[in-house]
């Protein structure tokens, strides 16, 4: 089970950090990742964490959002700076990490924790 939290709503150029707490997982053994669904449009994936430590980013999140993971919590995070009205969406944690589009009936998902930043 992944669930969400650190939502809320924040002005253009704002910081958040998400939270993604697991359970019933060895979550040491799993790539981890962010996806969002802004309104209107598909899923995407984000950032990206894997198990032996390395982490990727889609393009406009590149140098604004860090993806960290704490495994003795078993816990995935994302902090977010610089935020623009573009990062407004629902973002899921899920597992495993797949290539090309996200697919929320493949995997784990988490039920979404909503970010809004107002311009």
């Known amino acids: 089970r992944l669930v969400e939290s650190g939502g809320g709503t924040v002005q253009s150029g704002g910081s958040l950090r998400l939270s993604c707490a697991a359970s019933g997982l060895t979550f040491s053994n799993y790539a981890m990742g962010w996806a969002r669904q802004a309104p209107g449009k598909g899923l995407e994936w984000v950032a990206a964490s894997y198990k032996d430590g390395s982490t990727s980013y889609e393009g406009s999140a590149r140098g604004r959002f860090t993806i960290a993971r704490d495994n003795a919590k078993s816990t995935l995070y994302l902090q977010m700076t610089g935020l623009k009205p573009d990062d407004t969406g629902m973002y899921f944690c899920?597992?495993?990490?797949?290539?090309?589009?996200?697919?929320?009936?493949?995997?784990?998902w988490g039920q979404g924790t909503q970010v809004t930043v107002s311009s």
């Open positions: 899920a597992t495993p990490i797949v290539a090309g589009t996200p697919d929320r009936s493949f995997g784990t």
